[in-house]
């Protein structure tokens, strides 16, 4: 997929140096220039980070001026490079980890970023410790109140111009605009004014994976020179302001992130995503005689009903109790599904929502009992309790797929029940400089007392902790079948195999025959996925 913010820039002739050619210092350097910064960071009072596009690019975002930049190949007649996944669904860098512990420690005071990516925002750096120069392709603002809206999709212009939504404030209801500059715009007043005062106060400015050549961005690292502070600079490429820094490391700038957190014996937390989505079912009751009733039901945006919700595939909706009712599969946005149905007889549904590319987990289910005849009891939880309680159990369980409902309000005039859902959707742990895989086991099933079982993600995932270990699941598990070896994938997820790995029980070590002999497959680090023994998508008991 494109980086759509780059392909949207108006055309610039002049973007200053491209295809900047990158260097490395020697390991022995690198090391001494890593303990260095380490005391520096340790005695610093008022820390301040700047960042450029190469904090994001081991995220599998491109950045502009490398050898693989944005502008390099544009001007070498290229276009613009894809990246290595949805733009929406990249996760924080071990670097925009490390800040948030730095920050969580009270040692870092304020981040001021060049990038539009808003991992800075995802990662946890609170927004009023954080200046965005050049905007947030996920960020709208209202022009009339000033109240800002973070959404999980790209907003679709740049230019500080109107998009398709309004305030949400009855008292305002404005259109609102993007926040990401192009090329004529000048700088938020307000984004500038906080910068510019952190670094006039800093003792330490650090500089992370910029070329610093963007004016005038580039110039606010200086305010803190010119009040007694330190500069340092950690880029791969050489930049204007290497001579009047006080110390510039050549080097990745995860790698030399994640050893200085090391050094300072911080270790750096999971990052763990949890996005949010609406089901609204819709039922009039009816004053007729008639014995049936209409409905329906729609998955949404919680930013609205027309807004994209980039993160869910597809919707399947089952009727496990009514057999004579056809499952429904709903393939494209909006998802919605109408039915008719006897409004005597209560319905049980179970919709499974399929997440989309980028996202950790498959999928997840969830119940969903109704009653024509009775409403709803409605439900108030804290979304921010909720979110922290779902962050919680994804790192405890070092994998991702809980889920829970937030809240349910059912409107008596309109017919309509409104649930939000929260889930964990990406898991990343950072383990020396480079993020593991995301673990999954919405695909889990599991063979108890001789029936099937299904694994529970209604309430969150929870499933038998004490026969699944999981702790990491590995990208490939190779296996002798047949005299020969068979690789096992496990990059998509985590499913069972059923014919080369018996799944009568998932065991944190799983025996099986092979030739005539026994052999022992260690499953402590994952859970075995058979991509050409497992004829369906997902390993589901309906």
């Known amino acids: 997929m494109s980086l759509g913010y780059a392909q949207k820039l108006s055309y610039k002739e002049d973007v200053g140096d491209v295809g900047m050619s990158e260097f490395f210092d020697t390991q022995d350097v690198l090391q001494h220039k890593i303990k260095q910064l380490a005391q520096m960071i340790k005695k610093s009072k008022h820390l301040v980070a700047f960042t450029g596009a190469g904090i994001s690019t081991s995220c599998g975002i491109p950045d502009f001026r490398g050898p693989k930049g944005v502008w390099t190949l ?114 938020p007043p307000k984004e500038m004014k906080a910068a510019e005062k952190h670094c006039r106060t800093a003792d330490l400015v650090l500089c992370l994976g910029t070329s610093l050549q963007i004016t005038p961005a580039c110039n606010i690292p200086l305010k803190c020179i010119r009040n007694g502070g330190k500069m340092v600079i950690v880029n791969l490429q050489q930049t204007p302001k290497d001579k009047r820094a006080s110390l510039v490391i050549h080097g990745l700038v995860d790698k030399v992130m994640a050893e200085v957190l090391q050094l300072l014996n911080m270790p750096i937390a999971p990052y763990v995503r949890v996005d949010l989505f609406q089901i609204i079912f819709n039922h009039v009751r009816s004053v007729s005689e008639s014995k049936y009733t209409k409905w329906s039901l729609r998955v949404i945006s919680v930013h609205g009903e027309k807004a994209p919700l980039p993160f869910i595939e597809s919707v399947e909706v089952t009727f496990p109790d009514r057999p004579e009712l056809k499952t429904a599969v709903l393939n494209q946005q909006p998802f919605l599904l109408k039915r008719e149905t006897l409004k005597s007889r209560p319905l049980h549904m179970v919709l499974w929502v399929n997440f989309s590319e980028g996202c950790g987990c498959r999928f997840i289910s969830i119940d969903l009992p109704v009653d024509f005849e009775a409403s709803p009891d409605d439900i108030s939880q804290d979304k921010n309790n909720v979110i922290q309680q779902l962050k919680k159990l994804a790192n405890e369980n070092q994998y991702c797929g809980q889920s829970s409902i937030v809240d349910r309000k059912h409107l008596p005039d309109s017919g309509k029940t409104v649930s939000t859902y929260a889930v964990a959707t990406n898991i990343v742990q950072y383990n020396g400089l480079l993020p593991s895989k995301n673990s999954d086991v919405s695909e889990l099933t599991n063979k108890v007392n001789g029936g099937q079982e299904k694994a529970n993600l209604d309430d969150g995932i929870d499933i038998f902790n004490n026969i699944v270990p999981l702790k990491k699941v590995r990208s490939a598990l190779t296996n002798k079948v047949n005299g020969g070896r068979e690789k096992v994938n496990l990059d998509d997820g985590i499913g069972i195999s059923t014919n080369s790995v018996s799944s009568q029980k998932v065991q944190s070590e799983l025996t099986n025959e092979v030739n005539g002999g026994q052999e022992k497959i260690n499953l402590d680090d994952g859970i075995d996925l058979s991509t050409n023994s497992t004829p369906s998508k997902k390993a589901r008991v309906h």
């Open 74 to 187: 544009q001007r070498e007649g290229k276009g613009v490079p894809e990246a290595s996944l949805p733009f929406h669904r990249a996760a924080p860098s071990a670097t925009h980890m490390a800040l948030v512990e730095l920050e969580r420690a009270g040692i870092l005071k304020f981040v001021i970023s060049q990038n539009v990516d808003s991992l800075h925002l995802r990662s946890g750096i609170p927004r009023h410790k954080l200046s965005e120069l050049h905007g947030n392709s996920f960020r709208e603002v209202c022009p009339s109140c000033s109240t800002e809206y973070v959404r999980d999709f790209e907003v679709e212009t740049i230019g500080l111009k109107e998009t398709s939504r309004r305030c949400c404030d009855p008292k305002c209801g404005a259109k609102l605009k993007d926040s990401v500059l192009d090329w004529e715009d000048e700088l």
